[in-house]
């Protein structure tokens, strides 16, 4: 994972925190391991996750929560 001093990217820090089933339950809307989709999506993604509703079964730890905010604010790097 990224430390508090660098730039989090969609595929070292925010692709592997979604899981295979995650992925699969929202595939009808959009693809959570595509970076193009997740970039284009990240608002609806980030006020889902931060309400705890996404994951549909658990809330993300309130550290990813932010890293996945985090890496909204630098600029959503690939």
């Not at 820090?13 to 995650?22: A, G, S, T, V």
């Amino acid at each position: 994972m990224t430390t508090s001093e660098s730039t989090p990217s969609f595929a070292k820090d925010i692709r592997p925190l979604i899981r295979e089933k995650d992925r699969t339950s929202m595939m009808r809307h959009f693809d959570l391991w595509n970076y193009q989709d997740v970039s284009t999506h990240a608002q609806l993604i980030f006020d889902r996750l931060s309400k705890g509703f996404m994951p549909c079964d658990g809330k993300w730890p309130a550290e990813q929560v932010a890293l996945f905010r985090r890496w909204i604010d630098t600029g959503m790097l690939p």
